[in-house]
């Protein structure tokens, strides 16, 4: 069966898992934990793209997170949105004019310089959000809106709303794999390995970065609104130094460059940091010891450790199949054992 056939049957296999997962019988606790691990993943993928295909170390997308989330709250409380398409398009409208702007200012430096920019920006927001407080209800946030349902999906209810995460998640994940496969993304990709070349080829590097910074917000804002119905209640936290460093380790404990590799690695944040919470205060240190060991022996994410354990898997067959085939031909020609 060829390697295609084969993700695609792999693939087939979790969707009808991850769908059947709310009628399996499952604690709503799990139901909860895995709706919560589609909503970070969409937010890590959209740093993916940065990270992984544009090689753009970007801080900032907490910010567009929490903008998402913040204008759903605001929209809500303060001029009474109460369906989800106007909302989450108004989300998306202002996180990518937000993200262009600040696109503007980072780009103007690179590596460490970029990376600085970003962190500076995502803290200006951060800051916003804490001392605004007739806006945003500073350090106590703001409460007092309710999931809304969404077509067929009845959010009220925990299945619904998990229904509508996951539903959510594969429109993400395609958009996303579908730009990166495109002569978009392979540029985006040519320019993060050779930025000079591409630039002697013609193309605008610093446009093709621009656009991934404003799609990537974009995407995140999708995760940001969808944060805000499940909790129904937004905070500073949200746009966080936290959160950033978190869906960073996401992507990196996944696998840069793969999109799937964060969604496990926001999977395995997820669950772990829940599990390890309940058994003791210093769960913290637990996880950070975990990163360490990832980091030191899967530099790659855990992604890019199977794949590399299958090529090593698929190598030792084909030199088993290749030295029987040798022996086989070596009795048949007389050449072996008498």
Request: net charge positive.
């Amino acid at each position: 069966m060829s390697r295609p056939w084969r993700n695609a049957i792999v693939i087939g296999i979790l969707l009808v898992l991850a769908i059947a997962v709310p009628r399996l019988g499952l604690p709503a606790f799990y139901v909860s934990l895995l709706t919560q691990t589609w909503i970070y993943g969409i937010l890590a993928m959209s740093l993916d793209l940065l990270v992984g295909f544009t090689g753009l170390v970007s801080f900032m997308q907490a910010a567009f997170f929490g903008i998402g989330a913040y204008v759903v709250a605001i929209g809500a409380t303060r001029y009474h949105f109460v369906d989800f398409w106007p909302t989450l398009l108004a989300a998306i409208l202002i996180a990518g004019l937000v993200a262009a702007a600040f696109g503007a200012l980072a780009l103007r430096s690179e590596d460490e310089g970029f990376i600085i920019i970003t962190l500076a920006l995502n803290e200006i927001i951060w800051g916003l959000a804490y001392q605004w407080v007739s806006m945003s209800g500073g350090d106590n946030g703001i409460t007092g809106f309710l999931r809304v349902n969404v077509g067929p999906f009845h959010t009220t209810d925990n299945s619904g709303f998990y229904y509508l995460s996951l539903a959510a998640l594969i429109v993400c994940l395609t958009l996303l794999v579908l730009m990166v496969r495109s002569p978009f993304g392979l540029v985006l990709v040519g320019a993060r390995e050779r930025p000079r070349r591409m630039a002697a080829l013609g193309y605008n590097v610093w446009l093709f970065r621009y656009l991934a910074l404003i799609i990537a917000g974009m995407f995140a804002a999708v995760a940001g609104v969808l944060f805000a119905y499940y909790n129904e209640f937004v905070g500073p936290g949200s746009l966080s130094l936290d959160t950033t460093v978190q869906v960073l380790i996401m992507v990196i404990l996944g696998g840069t460059g793969t999109l799937i590799g964060p969604l496990l690695g926001a999977g395995i944040l997820v669950f772990l940091s829940n599990a390890l919470s309940d058994i003791t205060q210093r769960w913290v240190l637990i996880l950070g010891a975990v990163y360490v060991v990832t980091v030191m022996y899967a530099p790659d994410g855990i992604v890019g450790l199977v794949n590399r354990l299958m090529a090593k898997a698929r190598s030792r067959r084909e030199l088993s199949l290749a030295a029987g085939a040798a022996v086989g031909g070596a009795f048949h020609s007389g050449e072996g054992p008498k």
